[in-house]
């Protein structure tokens, strides 16, 4: 008798795990409705959870951008503290609740952007209207930072750790607190993408932000901040205005690193591709090589710096108005 219920509890626990599974956990779920996209944001504790979620737009043909979003699990979506039902919808965009996928029905979405970001832990999926690069319907970024290299250019490479990851996790997380901050902040990519010179241009010159912020690390333990002294493509901007910011971003950079690190900063006019080619100010910022080799303390003091200087640089914009 002892050893039957010993066996009906051992498979009572057993069965736990594949229940507690069935058991939908809480994902949270944000949305914004901006100009020239929709940004959807999902939060959870479980920064592996976020690692394993994909996100697809399916085209029907017709006008409408569905976007797929596939889970590891079945789910509990919490929209401004209320659980989605199996269809529901938020501030009029359908959704619906399949197994573990969940279907949000867009009108007139082209093309999505997915990033993933690790504090704290979440999954945004940015929904475009239109194409980024039609320029009659694209709306100016205050700031465009571009994340050097990506794909299969790995740039500087120190056992697991590359340039490319670096720089990328630098310009996102840069974007994120501008982006709290009310600045309109634009990314040349999102994700590990092969990036050509052209296309980052091509980039530039629709957007034309105030200033384009390139991110590259050193082969040395330096800082360089490089411009270029020509301009190739200046036709409408009077280019001693364009100098002018460049000279002022340059100025607030070095102010700023020099107040927060001891590694030495240098200034150099070098007329590569990106810095002549871009029509706006632009800026190419090496960061000491040390990066790849520490913890993600120095990549945080780096990323609190730029944020300070841009916003330096932004407040000497809004003076000379």
């Known amino acids: 008798m002892i050893k039957k219920v010993v066996i009906i509890l051992f498979v009572f626990f057993i069965s736990l795990p594949a229940h507690a599974q069935e058991e939908s956990k809480k994902i949270?779920?944000?949305f914004g409705k901006h100009k020239d996209f929709y940004r959807f944001v999902f939060t959870c504790e479980d920064i592996e959870i976020i690692k394993s979620i994909n996100a697809k737009l399916v085209s029907n043909g017709s006008n409408d951008g569905i976007i797929k979003l596939f889970f590891p699990l079945a789910f509990d979506f919490e929209f401004e503290g209320k659980s989605?039902?199996?269809?529901?919808?938020?501030?009029?965009?359908?959704?619906?609740k399949k197994d573990k996928i969940l279907v949000i029905k867009t009108t007139g979405v082209k093309e999505i952007k997915v990033f993933r970001l690790d504090n704290p832990p979440r999954l945004i999926v940015d929904a475009f209207f239109d194409e980024i690069l039609k320029e009659e319907k694209v709306s100016k970024a205050v700031i465009l930072i571009d994340a050097g290299h990506g794909g299969k250019d790995t740039g500087l490479q120190f056992k697991e750790s590359n340039e490319k990851d670096i720089a990328l996790y630098i310009a996102k997380e840069t974007a994120t607190r501008l982006t709290q901050k009310g600045i309109k902040v634009s990314l040349t990519r999102a994700t590990d993408d092969d990036m050509s010179i052209e296309r980052r241009i091509k980039i530039e010159n629709s957007l034309k932000p105030y200033i384009l912020?390139?991110?590259?690390?050193?082969?040395?333990?330096?800082?360089?901040i490089y411009t270029s002294s020509i301009k190739k493509n200046l036709i409408k901007d009077d280019p001693s205005k364009v100098f002018l910011i460049e000279n002022t971003a340059v100025k607030n950079f070095t102010t700023k690193i020099n107040e927060k690190f001891s590694e030495p900063i240098y200034a150099e006019?070098?007329?590569?591709?990106?810095?002549?080619e871009?029509?706006?100010?632009?800026?190419?910022i090496e960061?000491?090589?040390r990066t790849l080799t520490t913890d993600?303390?120095?990549a945080e003091k780096i990323i609190d710096t730029f944020v300070q200087a841009i916003e330096l640089t932004l407040k000497a914009k809004e003076k000379a108005k």
């Open 28 to 30: 949270y779920l944000k």
């Open 84 to 96: 989605l039902s199996d269809k529901d919808n938020i501030k009029g965009i359908q959704t619906e």
């Open 213 to 224: 912020i390139s991110i590259h690390v050193s082969n040395k333990e330096q800082f360089t």
């Open 269 to 276: 006019k070098l007329p590569l591709t990106i810095l002549k």
């Open 278 to 284: 871009a029509l706006s100010p632009a800026l190419m």
């Open 287 to 289: 960061i000491p090589k």
């Open 296 to 298: 993600k303390k120095y």
